[in-house]
């Protein structure tokens, strides 16, 4: 599974809950009609600029879609959601978890600063400043040096 569904599901740093879930739902639901189609989907990963095939897209849709009837409805989400949060993973989560800081680290530099995390919650449509995300970073930096490092990401996505 690509890590852009991954991470966009988990876009507010971590969904705690099934309000968050289904906040993140209603964003890929662009139309509002209660599903996600492959065309949402494919909008909301070309939003927070990555290049995703159609194929990549279609197989995503197939990997979430459960019951095969060509959307994503809210409960599949949240059972993809509660599925990739899921810290006994193994392999494929560590590297799904590697590619989903990848997005959020933009400038390549093996951290998250609170400008590429206020860039792609922009691209998202969330409202919020910099400062905001600044107090976001505060949340999860453990060593205190105004970054998520992949650890510090690592932790705050497992965390149950």
């Known amino acids: 599974m690509a890590a852009n569904q991954d991470t966009v599901s988990k876009h507010s740093l ?5 309000e968050d879930v289904k906040r993140v739902f209603d964003r890929f639901d662009a139309n509002g ?5 492959s065309d949402e989907l494919g909008g909301v990963i070309k939003a927070l600029g990555s290049e995703t095939s159609a194929d990549e897209v279609a197989r995503m849709m197939e990997e979430i879609d459960t019951d095969k009837d060509g959307f994503i409805s809210l409960e599949e989400f949240a059972a993809f959601c ?9 392999e494929n989560s560590e ?11 933009q400038d390549h530099d093996g ?6 995390l206020h860039l ?11 400062n905001d995300c600044t107090g976001m970073i505060k949340s999860v930096d453990s060593d205190g040096d105004g970054f998520v490092s992949f ?10």
């Open 151 to 160: 650890d510090e990401f690592r932790i705050m996505m497992t965390k149950n």
């Open 14 to 18: 971590c969904l705690q809950s099934m």
């Open 82 to 90: 509660n599925a990739e949060a899921d810290p006994l993973g193994g």
């Open 120 to 130: 792609i919650l922009t691209r998202l449509g969330e409202r919020c400043s910099v």
């Open 33 to 37: 009609d209660g599903k996600i189609s």
């Open 95 to 105: 590297k799904e978890l590697r590619e989903a800081f990848e997005l959020y680290d």
């Open 111 to 116: 951290q998250i600063s609170a400008t590429e």
